[in-house]
């Protein structure tokens, strides 16, 4: 695996995680001393183990929302490669966008999910420095959605679904992919896949950062990871505009209702993915299986329609997005009496002696 996690081993630990990692340490303590001096220390270990779920549970049903951008950044979380190596077979990688370049943030390729053939497009972010390097961080330039949508036209002439796998800080904000146009690929992208007539799955499977993952976000089903996010800017980001200090971005990332249930909440995605005890970073095996099974189940509902009606209820849902209605009940004595229907000539009559009045006083 491009991860190299374990299923159940977590070797780093994020702030609010102190209590579940003295218990992990005190599990491979034990192994360790029951290999190294022969004891038989099995009762132990599984009553660490059942307090360690106990914690795990405790500490993940209350997560604030800053806590649940930090899962979903978390280092050892899968990345799209390990979805990528360990649910798609036959994968067939595609290169370029024919006008620029091959940009690595963005991987483009064929392959099958169970006996579904596909098209299969998914920001990387990079595991190692290196590869950090060389796919940006995450951080796509126009060149990758250009050849993203390259790409998702070549499956809709031959009739293959497309899904996309969205996890970025956001679309790379550089000079270089300013002058070559990024705003304009992302642009063009969300009008193009708003028509492509073939179903399109879209997973947000870590950080769904603004208009850098909407490139790739427009589709038929758009569902998230339990612990993922979704949001029109970075918690820092929003902080360092509003406040102008970054540090207020616990309070920033409560303020932009970025977290999967919110985004339920607000009809901004169609399903949550669970996530195993801990998040995807403890059992990368069960993520990848929930992830393939609601792709799998997403597919088949969406063969079941017509184009045409997938097509127009892909365009509402797009038109939707970011829309928000409030109601706002007054009572009686916060309501303003209507002014009587008078003439133009009439209310600068009545204005005029209003003022008159006030100068006498």
């Known amino acids: 695996m491009a991860g190299q996690n374990d299923n159940n081993t977590v070797n780093q630990y994020l702030p609010f995680e102190e209590t579940v990692a003295q218990l992990d340490r005190q599990v491979v303590e034990l192994k360790e001393q029951a290999q190294t001096k022969g004891l038989d220390f099995s009762a132990e270990i599984r009553q660490l183990q059942k307090a360690q779920t106990k914690e795990l549970k405790r500490v993940y049903s209350s997560l604030n929302p800053w806590q649940t951008v930090q899962v979903a950044r978390h280092p050892q979380r899968p990345l799209f490669t390990d979805y990528l190596d360990h649910m798609v077979k036959d994968v067939r990688e595609l290169h370029g966008d024919r006008l620029f370049g091959d940009d690595r943030a963005i991987v483009t390729a064929l392959g099958q999910i169970g006996h579904e053939k596909v098209m299969i497009v998914g920001q990387n972010k990079g595991r190692e420095t290196k590869e950090k390097i060389e796919c940006n961080f995450g951080c796509p330039n126009p060149e990758g959605y250009r050849k993203a949508l390259l790409k998702m036209k070549f499956a809709e002439k031959y009739g293959l679904p497309i899904v996309t796998f969205i996890d970025t800080p956001g679309a790379y904000p550089g000079i270089g992919a300013e002058e070559r146009g990024q705003a304009q690929a992302i642009a063009l992208n969300l009008m193009e896949m708003s028509r492509l007539k073939v179903p399109i799955i879209c997973i947000v499977i870590g950080e769904g950062g603004s208009g850098g993952a909407l490139g790739i976000g427009v589709g038929d089903q758009i569902a998230i990871l339990e612990y993922a996010y979704y949001s029109v800017i970075s918690p820092e980001g929003c902080a360092a505009i509003l406040?102008?200090?970054?540090?207020?971005?616990?309070?920033?990332?409560?303020?932009?209702?970025?977290?999967?249930?919110?985004?339920?909440k607000l009809n901004l995605v169609d399903e949550v993915i669970k996530e195993p005890l801990g998040g995807a970073h403890r059992?990368?095996?069960?993520?990848?299986?929930?992830?393939?099974?609601?792709?799998?189940?997403?597919?088949?509902?969406?063969?079941?329609?017509?184009?045409?009606?997938?097509?127009?209820?892909?365009?509402e849902k797009l038109r939707k997005l970011g829309n928000a209605f409030q109601t706002v009940a007054q009572s009686k004595s916060q309501e303003k009496e209507l002014p009587d229907n008078l003439s133009v000539k009439k209310q600068l009559e009545q204005a005029t002696k209003a003022q008159k009045q006030r100068m006498k006083a």
């Open 243 to 264: 406040w102008r200090d970054g540090s207020k971005a616990n309070e920033a990332a409560d303020a932009l209702k970025l977290t999967s249930t919110d985004l339920k």
């Open 283 to 315: 059992n990368v095996h069960d993520t990848i299986y929930n992830v393939e099974q609601y792709i799998l189940k997403a597919l088949r509902d969406c063969k079941r329609q017509k184009i045409d009606n997938l097509l127009d209820a892909r365009y």
